[in-house]
């Protein structure tokens, strides 16, 4: 085991909850839309730490009011960033220290960012047998949580109060908007998309919700395959994903993504990582094909920051064969989400919940816990 120095929050920073939210939209235009349509992008980048700030201080705050989180408890989670850095900042709110587990593919500046924030870094360092990273972490954060007696785990993929803490953003966009006819969500918890378009539909119940997922993904009924892209997609079945409200999902491929970010950046200055990419894709192609007066939004999850490594890095994007023309105009078409394996951009315009799927021999798809370590390894 190894793990970072840990800094010890001495006092509650109630004043930094305050900088979660009300964050900017942009009208991103030509050249991912053409001449005067485009999508509103809500640059969720513009949190202190990302969108995760938002069920990070969420998940603290009710797992408090309930009793189950008790001051000065140590918040335990397994997470490969985004809501490390939530956790992290609910941590020095709520004045509770905070253990992350990672593995080695966290990159090490978000490794020592977290440490910075005063987080307790623990590293797994080998994988487990046979279920690999994830299963590691999973039980690292088991025993941690026996040895710490007033530990608490949010546990983002199945707490329903990470789906809750997005209501504040769906109002922001409806107040900003006043209509909304398609929104565009990453999925990889499902919290963003499920908690979003819970109070949207309220308001607009014709709204379009897409998922975006990426290729080697079970979220939506493809099969686990080792993957690139970080943030969107999952290994497991999280229980958060609202498969009824999802009118569509589309699976895009890593080197789309970083096509559309780089797009992005030249032309909009303003850009975030994989998950940003592939909804900025799909988002700019709802633009394109719908009628012109259309009002789409898309969620851009965090900035570029974390990603100068990988996505912005010539040589890291070469050597993995992701700077090749530009994506397909349109995506490939299936009509079941598990009609193929998936390997660029596509569309599947019924979404069903994988673990209701029947095999070729009828039996139910069995929920698994495989292998993330190849695609955390990879975007290292
Ligand atoms: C960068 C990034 N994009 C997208 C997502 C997916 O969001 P959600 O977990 O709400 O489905 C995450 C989740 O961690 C993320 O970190």
Redesign the pocket.
Known sequence: MQSMTKTTVTSGQPALAGLVGNTPLLRVSEPLAPAGRGFWAKLEGFNPG???DRPGLHMVERARARGELRPGGRIIESTS???GLGLALAGMVYEHPVTLVTDPGLELSMTRLLAAYGADVNVVAEPHPTGGWQQARRERVQRLLEQHPDSWCPDQYNNPDNVAAYTPLALELASELGHLDVLVC????????AGISRVLRQLYPELTLVGVDTPGSTIFGQPARPRLMR??GSSIYPRNVAYDNFSEVHWVAPAEAVWTCRQLATSHYATG?W?VGAVALVAGWFARTMPADARIAAIF??GPQRYVGTVYDDDYCAAHGLLVSPPAAEPEVIGRVDEKEVARWTRCATVVDPLTLRDTQGNVVEDVVSDESDASKESR
């Open positions: 990302g969108i995760k960033g985004t809501l990453s999925v990889g918890t499902g919290g963003h998309s943030g969107l990582g998950s999850p965090d």
